[in-house]
C-alpha cells in the first residue's frame, strides 16, 4: 500500500521544498499510484490556473525562511537562543532544502576566503623571504 501524501506536500514536491527523503518516497508512489499522479496534477492544474491559499503563498514566497544575514549569523554562532532554536526547526524538523543549501553556500563561501587569506599570507611570505635574499646577495 502507498503512503498518504497531502495537497500541501504534492504542491512543496512541485515547487522542489519537500524533504529529500518525502520526495523519494513521493516518487515512488507516484510510479505505482495511478490516484496520486491524477491528485499531483489536480494541484498543478489549480496552482497554474492562479487559485492560490494563503499557504501556498506562505511556501512559494518563503515567508518563514530565514534571511541570508541571518543563516551567516547562525553559521557563526552570534544569534541568541530564540532564533538559533528557531533556524534550527527550520532546517531539521521543516527541513528547507533552499535554507541548507543557502548554509552550504555560506559555508564554501568561508572556506573559500580563508583560502584565499592563507594563499595571500604564503605569497606575501615568499615575497619578503626572496626580497630579503636579494638585499642579502647586492
Not at 71 to 99: P, W
Request: aromatic residues 6%; glycine residues 6%; contains cysteine.
Amino acid at each position: 500500500m502507498n503512503e498518504p501524501f497531502s495537497d500541501a506536500e504534492l504542491q512543496a514536491f512541485l515547487d522542489e521544498s519537500l524533504t529529500e527523503t518525502r520526495s523519494v518516497r513521493l516518487e515512488e508512489s507516484l510510479r505505482t499510484d495511478d490516484e496520486l499522479r491524477q491528485r499531483l496534477i489536480a494541484v498543478r492544474g489549480r496552482s497554474l490556473a492562479g487559485l492560490h491559499t494563503i499557504g501556498g503563498i506562505w511556501r512559494r514566497h518563503r515567508l518563514s525562511c530565514p534571511q541570508r544575514d541571518v543563516l551567516s549569523a547562525f553559521q557563526k554562532g552570534q544569534l541568541d537562543q530564540e532564533e538559533t532554536q528557531y533556524v534550527m526547526f527550520h532546517l531539521a524538523d521543516v527541513g528547507c532544502r533552499i535554507c541548507q543549501a543557502q548554509l552550504d553556500d555560506l559555508a564554501s563561501a568561508n572556506t573559500s576566503e580563508a583560502d584565499r587569506q592563507s594563499r595571500r599570507q604564503r605569497f606575501s611570505q615568499s615575497g619578503i623571504q626572496q626580497l630579503r635574499s636579494s638585499f642579502r646577495d647586492a
